[in-house]
């Protein structure tokens, strides 16, 4: 009788543990297909924010010069029509210049301070820091966004059976489309930054072609 029950309870153990691996194999297979549409959707993202971003920064960029330009134009116009003298405008010109000038370090200070220290953290490495800064920037919003999400009790007893908890896969979730991320995001995210280098370099350019030829014809 004792015999039995021992031969009953190892049954029924083993039962239990082929039907745990059957469940967390299930999990996981369900778990990786979460990853990598988690990993497509955030390249998309990203690649959706810094186009957005290029656009916004080309746009106050152009803003920014169309303005330097009008006053530069007026100072000019000023002293075409003889309203002060050479010497006036000179001034002029050279004070709108240094203003200018304070005013672009004021506003690109914060991200070149940012782009330095990402830059020392990681190695002086453009590519490395790039991957590690969207991967951190991914984690967060991939965590936030799955701890967001309720499951049912149904859901809950699969993750226990499976020998899983819903905070620890949620991380682990978190943690792999990150890492997807800041691998692929270099091969993403080049594209906006030569476009935005080169359209920064040309109005840059332009703008200084401007001045040159303001100046040399006062």
């Known amino acids: 009788m004792l015999r039995a029950a021992f031969l009953l309870v ?45 656009r916004d920064s080309i746009t106050q ?7 330097k330009a009008t006053l530069l134009i007026a100072a000019w116009l000023g002293y075409r029509f003889g309203l002060y003298p050479h010497i006036a405008f000179s001034i002029a010109t050279i004070v709108l210049i240094a203003v200018f000038l304070v005013r672009d370090i004021i506003v690109i200070f914060p991200t070149l301070r940012l782009i330095a220290s990402k830059l020392h953290d990681y190695g002086w490495r453009p590519r ?42 949620t991380r682990e979730i978190a943690r792999e489309v990150a890492d997807i991320a800041g691998e692929t995001s270099w091969h ?4 906006f930054m030569l476009a935005a280098t080169a359209k920064f370099l040309t109005l840059s350019a332009l703008y200084s072609v401007f001045v040159f030829i303001l100046v040399r014809t006062a």
């Open 10 to 54: 190892s049954a029924l153990t083993t039962g239990a543990t082929i039907g745990r691996k059957v469940i967390s194999g299930a999990i996981n297979r369900k778990k990786q297909s979460i990853i990598h549409q988690a990993a497509e959707d955030a390249r998309h993202r990203i690649r959706g924010h810094a186009e957005e971003y290029l």
């Open 61 to 67: 960029f152009v803003g920014a010069v169309f303005v």
């Open 128 to 169: 490395k820091t790039v991957g590690e800064v969207v991967a951190a920037l991914v984690f967060e919003q991939v965590l936030e966004e799955a701890q967001g999400m309720k499951t049912g009790r149904t859901t809950q007893i699969i993750l226990a059976l499976g020998g899983h908890k819903k905070d620890e896969m």
């Open 188 to 191: 993403d995210l080049r594209p």
